[in-house]
């Protein structure tokens, strides 16, 4: 008999870039999807198109650029939204849309203020008119372990009735455990199967208690057979289950659960670098599968015992999982042919622009530190040339005094769009805010640094820093950027500056606060 498959639905566009503080332009959430179509993603969840037009362009735009996985669009259960999702779907080799209703009293009562009839109704009406225009539909139940079994029963039967196809079951706010959850799904699966219609059943599963990947493969032992998850497992509150925890608990266990996976594991690593990197969000040192500690072996005792034999303490393989061998590559002697293969190795492949910025910048780098590393590659890549937004600023020089007995002054001359060129001093309280202040009076506006991170790319003295910030404007609107150098004060300004960059693009554009209209619009 052929072995089951497990169907890997990716929600890192969607529940994935609801995590606080995270927002991601269309550049970015178009690098992802391509990445997460690299990596085999089978159905991939693009966003919620109603919740703002921005985020229906990046639905639209995913659409048009990434065809292997199903291409899904979320909406609640009202026509409008359907509508949004369909418009937003129309150019997708294969659309799914996703529409979701509440099952808990609580829920019911304070979220939709309906009661158990009227949340029915509409889904059977939400189901109903999804599969006038996809044969594929998916309906979710939020908040399904605090909800009624009956009234479940009763709402998902209805749902297949009315033609949904894929069955998603949420643990909303990550309360269930994993014997329960598993128990949950075999009732449901038994219930449903009564009315003598085939659906997949899919797990979806929140990390507030850490029971996220445990629950979901324990849904998959009670016979689900699609996961949802994110890449690093980012998501509301405490995030989601993460995508390559449980891909890799299925396939180093496949001994145990016997599943099928179309992920191509080897991008695993790049996918969680990636996704890092534009959301922002730092991946812990000791997080399984793709933390900086994940192979790392310091203890004498296991140190000995994996020069022996790898396998006495690792059950995982760098290599499975894309981690890269840190090796010195190329230096100020090495030409266009050699990077261009290099980057490609490292899986960028870049348009002759872009690839000219990244010679550019891998020149002035060489030029400062001796060998540069696949990781000081991939820093400057990233930061300054993959999803960059257009440059209304462009950094020509900066000059910092600082030390213990002086005030740390900043001039920062910037070049603007118009081709003018705005120079500006000021003091702060370090040379960074001096900088930040400079760089706010050349442009014309003050923006506040919401969060700023540093670390070094490579564990060599001579490390290229990387600098991660989140800048808001005036407006609300918030945008975080990358810079990378061997001096942390110019990654500093270049990071600034790229999130300026992002939020000038966006006052251009007309959008308002992306994250308040989102949150307003979503209630998920
Ligand atoms: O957590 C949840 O319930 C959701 C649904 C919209 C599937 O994200
Ligand atoms: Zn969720």
Same mark, same amino acid.
């Given at each position: 008999?052929?072995?089951a498959?497990?169907r890997?639905?990716d ?6 870039e609801q995590s606080p503080?995270v927002t =991601?332009? %269309? ?5 992802i999807?391509?990445q997460?179509?690299?990596?085999g993603? !089978?159905?991939?969840e693009a966003?919620?198109?109603v919740a703002s037009?921005g985020?229906? *362009?990046a $639905?639209e735009?995913?659409a048009?650029?990434v065809?292997?996985?199903?291409i899904?669009?979320?909406a609640?259960? #009202?026509?409008?939204?359907?509508d949004?999702?369909? +418009?937003?779907?129309r150019? *997708? ?10 099952g ?6 304070h979220v939709?203020r309906?009661?158990e009839d009227?949340? %029915?109704?509409r889904?059977?009406d939400a189901v ?9 539909v998916?309906f979710s139940?939020?908040d399904?372990?605090r909800s009624d079994?009956?009234f479940?029963?009763r709402?998902?039967?209805a749902?297949?009735q009315a033609?949904?196809?894929?069955l998603?079951?949420p643990d909303?706010?990550?309360y269930s455990t ?5 128990? =949950? ?10 009315? &003598? ?12 208690l850490? %029971? *996220?990947?445990a629950?979901a493969l324990a849904?998959?032992e009670a016979?689900?057979?699609q996961i949802e998850?994110?890449?690093?497992g980012?998501g509301?509150?405490?995030g989601n289950?993460?995508l390559?925890e449980?891909?890799m608990a299925?396939r180093?266990?496949?001994?145990r659960?016997?599943r099928?996976?179309g992920? #191509?594991?080897?991008? %695993? ?7 890092s +990197?534009?959301?922002?969000? *730092?991946v812990q ?5 793709v933390?900086?500690n994940?192979? @790392?072996?310091e203890? &004498?005792i296991?140190q000995d ?9 690792e059950?995982? #393989?760098p290599?499975d $999982? &894309? ?11 090495s030409?266009r042919?050699?990077?261009r ?13 872009d ?6 910048r891998f ?9 540069i590393?696949?990781a000081?590659l991939a820093?400057?890549?990233?930061a300054e040339?993959?999803?960059?937004a257009?440059?209304?600023c ?6 910092v005094?600082?030390?213990s ?6 001039t920062v001359?910037?070049?603007l769009? !118009? ?9 702060g309280?370090?040379?960074?805010d001096a900088c930040?202040r400079?760089? !706010?009076r050349?442009v ?5 640094l919401v !969060? ?13 820093g990387?600098v ?7 407006a609300?609107?918030?945008?975080t950027?990358?810079?990378?150098s061997t001096?942390v ?5 270049r990071a600034? =500056?790229?999130a $300026?960059? +992002? ?11 992306q994250?308040t209209? @989102?949150?307003g619009?979503?209630?998920v």
């Amino acid at each position: 008999m052929a072995e089951a498959a497990v169907r890997i639905f990716d929600t890192t566009l969607r529940d994935g870039e609801q995590s606080p503080g995270v927002t =991601l332009n %269309l550049d970015e959430k178009v690098e992802i999807a391509r990445q997460l179509q690299r990596l085999g993603v !089978d159905i991939l969840e693009a966003g919620f198109p109603v919740a703002s037009p921005g985020e229906s *362009a990046a $639905v639209e735009a995913i659409a048009a650029a990434v065809r292997e996985p199903v291409i899904c669009g979320l909406a609640r259960t #009202r026509r409008g939204d359907i509508d949004a999702a369909v +418009k937003a779907l129309r150019g *997708a080799a294969r659309a799914r849309i996703h529409t979701f209703t509440s099952g808990s009293a609580v829920h019911l009562r304070h979220v939709l203020r309906l009661t158990e009839d009227e949340a %029915l109704e509409r889904a059977v009406d939400a189901v109903r008119y999804a599969r006038q225009f996809v044969s594929d539909v998916e309906f979710s139940v939020q908040d399904v372990p605090r909800s009624d079994p009956e009234f479940l029963v009763r709402l998902y039967g209805a749902a297949v009735q009315a033609g949904a196809t894929t069955l998603n079951i949420p643990d909303t706010v990550g309360y269930s455990t994993p014997q329960e959850f598993a128990d =949950l799904i075999r009732f449901l699966r038994g219930r449903v199967a009564e009315a &003598g219609v085939e659906v997949v059943f899919s797990v979806h599963t929140h990390d507030d208690l850490g %029971l *996220a990947v445990a629950n979901a493969l324990a849904g998959v032992e009670a016979g689900a057979t699609q996961i949802e998850c994110t890449v690093n497992g980012i998501g509301e509150r405490a995030g989601n289950c993460a995508l390559e925890e449980v891909v890799m608990a299925l396939r180093t266990r496949k001994d145990r659960y016997g599943r099928t996976l179309g992920i #191509r594991t080897e991008e %695993l690593y790049r996918t969680s670098q990636l996704v890092s +990197k534009l959301t922002g969000m *730092a991946v812990q040192p000791n997080k399984a599968v793709v933390g900086a500690n994940a192979f @790392a072996h310091e203890s &004498g005792i296991h140190q000995d015992g994996m020069l022996k034999e790898r396998t006495t303490y690792e059950i995982l #393989r760098p290599q499975d $999982v &894309g981690v890269p061998e840190t090796r010195l590559v190329l230096g100020k002697h090495s030409g266009r042919h050699a990077l261009r293969e290099r980057l490609e190795a490292l899986g960028y492949h870049l348009e002759d622009a872009d690839f000219h910025r990244a010679f550019e910048r891998f020149k002035e780098l060489a030029d400062r530190k001796r060998g540069i590393a696949d990781a000081d590659l991939a820093a400057i890549v990233q930061a300054e040339v993959v999803a960059v937004a257009p440059e209304h600023c462009r950094l020509e020089y900066f000059q910092v005094t600082s030390g213990s007995s002086t005030v740390p002054t900043a001039t920062v001359r910037v070049a603007l769009a !118009d081709g003018d060129p705005a120079q500006e001093s000021a003091t702060g309280d370090g040379p960074v805010d001096a900088c930040y202040r400079a760089i !706010d009076r050349a442009v014309g506006q003050e923006f506040h640094l919401v !969060d700023y991170t540093l670390r070094a790319v490579t564990d060599a003295k001579d490390a290229l820093g990387e600098v991660t910030v989140r800048v808001r404007d005036g407006a609300g609107r918030t945008a975080t950027a990358l810079g990378a150098s061997t001096d942390v004060i110019e990654a500093s300004v270049r990071a600034y =500056l790229a999130a $300026v960059n +992002k939020l000038v693009g966006l006052q251009g554009s007309g959008v308002t606060d992306q994250r308040t209209v @989102a949150a307003g619009e979503r209630q998920v």
